[in-house]
């Protein structure tokens, strides 16, 4: 998949020129500011709420999943976005599994699906420094 990047106009009766609005067109789809906006506010809740977008459940395999959505990356491959959107549910579904055990007072295992998860996220970003790293070493003029 192929993401470009657009631009819109959108009205604004303050300005005789309207403003561009950085916007993402996917195969005819439109993501804009407002959409990510609206995700956001969504989900900024003290309610637990649980994305549909992807079909997965379950707590494992964490690790496999970051794996392969990490290799794709790397591999400039096309299930990218998708793969880390699976390890996503899986990072949430740990988090909502140490939120149960601690319901039933059991902080013990509740700390191992926690630092699981917490271990994922930060695995995730140093694999976005190094990407980011290496994107900025091809960039680089010779």
């Not at 300005?15 to 993402?24: A, D, E, K, N, Y």
């Not at 549910?89 to 902080?107: C, P, S």
Request: aromatic content about 6%; hydrophobic content about 40%; some cysteine.
């Amino acid at each position: 998949m192929q993401w470009t990047e657009k631009a819109r106009l959108k009205k604004d009766s303050a300005h005789l020129s309207p403003p561009l609005i950085p916007m993402l067109c996917l195969q005819g789809a439109i993501m804009s500011g407002d959409t990510i906006t609206e995700i956001v506010q969504k989900y900024n809740t003290q309610q637990l709420i649980i994305s549909e977008s992807y079909s997965d459940r379950g707590l494992e395999p964490l690790w496999g999943r970051f794996e392969r959505a990490a290799t794709n990356q790397l591999d400039n491959g096309t299930s990218t976005v998708s793969r880390y959107g699976i390890w996503a549910n899986t990072v949430r579904d740990n988090i909502i599994e140490a939120l149960h055990l601690l319901e039933h007072k059991n902080d013990k295992e509740a700390k191992i699906f926690l630092l699981k998860a917490a271990n994922s996220m930060s695995a995730f970003s140093d694999i976005q420094k190094m990407v980011e790293e290496m994107n900025h070493e091809i960039s680089k003029p010779i």
